[in-house]
């Protein structure tokens, strides 16, 4: 067996939590990502007949069934996850009945799987079903974003519609727009079924005072999602007191997503 710490999805996966960490995204024990890992590229690296532990998880993911995730572990702080991988991320399979998450690899203090694996297995179910590439779920708490939620309204067409007005590059990354949950209980099966249906047409969910959701094909592209929503709500958090004179008139998002071949959502722009 090759030794798992140096697989190209280990590196990425401490790479992203440390740099998350740089962010402020992700203070204490807050945030958790999934990736989900093909059967070929965890192969080299563990044993898949031995289950260390098999927990039970309360919710059905049939769908997922012998599907293999990394995930950050519950409590754990993404500030540590460089200095003890094995202590602080897990690599799971779903059992075959889709009850249960089969322990392969990490967890090594007797932790288990991020409070909010409802919410990422019911998003990753559906994500797959809108990109077969799909492969990250990424939850984080960065600051200016969660801020105005507070400060502007949460309907979804106007919430998006300000970002995209925030910068240039928010239209680009995510002509798909962003969906927003009312503020909700965390960490149960309310929440990620929620969540999931509101990943069906886009890849970010905002929790209303709480954080944000992004999905994406790998790691970079799913921090870079995050990255630039939370851009648009800086500029937004340093503007919104001021006159505004200027700004990106619909007219003219229409404009560079016409020479860019962007897909934006369906009624969001008026032109
Ligand atoms: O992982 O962020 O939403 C801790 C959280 C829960
Ligand atoms: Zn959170």
């Known amino acids: 067996m090759k030794d798992i710490l140096t697989a190209p999805f280990m590196v990425e996966m401490i790479r992203t939590t440390t740099n998350m960490y740089a962010q402020g995204w992700d203070e204490r024990n807050s945030g ?13 690296y563990i044993d898949r007949d031995n289950v260390i532990r098999s927990i ?8 997922l ?7 950050t572990g519950t409590g754990k702080y993404f ?16 059992s075959a009945d889709g009850c249960s998450a089969e322990v ?31 492969r990250v779920i990424m939850h984080c708490h960065p600051a200016n974003l969660l801020a105005m939620t507070y400060v502007h309204s949460i309907d979804e067409k106007e919430f998006t519609h300000t970002l995209w007005q925030m910068c240039t590059e928010c239209i680009m990354i995510f002509p798909d727009g962003v969906n927003v949950l009312p503020w909700m209980v965390c960490g149960t099966t309310e929440i990620g079924e929620a969540s999931a249906a ?27 999602l995050i990255e630039t929503a939370e851009k648009g709500a800086e500029i937004y958090m340093k503007i919104a007191h001021l006159p505004r004179l200027n700004t990106i008139s619909d007219k003219q998002l229409r404009a560079l997503a016409d020479h860019l071949g962007l897909n934006v959502r369906e009624g969001y722009l008026e032109v």
């Open 198 to 224: 509101k990943m069906s047409n886009a890849r970010i969910v905002v929790w209303a005072q709480h954080g944000i959701y992004g999905a994406g094909r790998d790691l970079d592209e799913s921090f870079g």
């Open 65 to 71: 069934a012998g599907c293999y995730f990394l995930v």
């Open 79 to 94: 500030k540590n996850v460089q200095y003890d991988p094995a202590k602080n991320l897990g690599l799971i399979r779903i």
């Open 56 to 63: 039970p998880m309360g919710f059905d993911a049939k769908p």
């Open 104 to 134: 392969l690899w990490g967890f090594s203090d007797g932790g288990k799987y991020t409070s909010e694996l409802p919410a990422h297995l019911m998003s990753h179910m559906v994500r797959l079903k809108a990109d077969k590439e799909h």
């Open 32 to 44: 958790n990502i999934s990736l989900l890992l093909y059967e070929e590229e965890v192969a080299p």
